[in-house]
T-cell receptor, first 114, second 114 residues
Framework: AQSVAQPEDQVNVAEGNPLTVKCTYS??????LFWYVQYPNRGLQFLLK??????LVKGSYGFEAEFNKSQTSFHLKKPSALVSDSALYFC????????????FGSGTQLTVLP | ETGVTQTPRHLVMGMTNKKSLKCEQH?????MYWYKQSAKKPLELMFV???????ENNSVPSRFSPECPNSSHLFLHLHTLQPEDSALYLC?????????????FGSGTRLTVV
């Protein structure tokens, strides 16, 4: 079965430190991969996507993600975290050949401590 | 503003009430979606519309009734809801139903059923 997982409900990191938010997927094809961020009482905002090409994708607000096909992962990273990065982060996958939807993970709450 | 506008932002309704959620986009997108977001759960896709035609209904109870009168507007009509239907309801749109370039989300309607 095709699925996407965010293994950590909560990630805490000190301001200025690097951050990683994990995402893994299970699929029998080539997926399209996305990261979204949600601030309190707001909808989801697009951060970045991987469709094809370079495995390292750069997105908004200094975030980047690396597509690792052998590990079926698409972890979100940032070299130096800001307090304002604190939010709920969602990984999403559109599996090639599937119907018309993105499948979202359950979300990871990132808290950056001052 | 993302270009997808949802109204109202908050809604409290009794179990016998009838109400409607509204979503509007003027991004020129041809596909629109309703998602339900409950705490600590993945986003649940409810309905997908492409060019005003419903193309997906993910086993949603009949007390939720979508309507898409044109490609810019999407409604979710609610009647005889249950307390477990309390959640954040998110509308999204995309260029087309393939979702290859990702979705644009509205800020959501926070629904409380009492």
């Amino acid at each position: 079965a095709q699925s996407v997982a965010q293994p950590e409900d909560q990630v805490n990191v000190a301001e200025g430190n690097p951050l990683t938010v994990k995402c893994t997927y299970s699929v029998s094809g080539n997926p399209y991969l996305f990261w979204y961020v949600q601030y309190p009482n707001r909808g989801l905002q697009f951060l970045l996507k991987y469709i094809t090409g370079d495995n390292l994708v750069k997105g908004s607000y200094g975030f980047e993600a690396e597509f690792n096909k052998s590990q079926t992962s698409f972890h979100l990273k940032k070299p130096s975290a800001l307090v304002s990065d604190s939010a709920l982060y969602f990984c999403a996958v559109r599996f090639s050949g599937s119907a018309r939807q993105l499948t979202f993970g359950s979300g990871t709450q990132l808290t950056v401590l001052p | 503003e993302t270009g997808v506008t949802q109204t109202p932002r908050h809604l409290v309704m009794g179990m016998t009430n009838k109400k409607s959620l509204k979503c509007e986009q003027h991004l020129g997108h041809n596909a629109m979606y309703w998602y339900k977001q409950s705490a600590k759960k993945p986003l649940e896709l409810m309905f997908v519309y492409s060019l005003e035609e419903r193309v997906e209904n993910n086993s949603v109870p009949s007390r939720f009734s979508p309507e898409c009168p044109n490609s810019s507007h999407l409604f979710l009509h609610l009647h005889t809801l249950q307390p477990e239907d309390s959640a954040l309801y998110l509308c999204a749109s995309s260029h087309d139903e393939t979702g290859r370039v990702g979705y644009t989300f509205g800020s959501g309607t926070r629904l409380t059923v009492v």
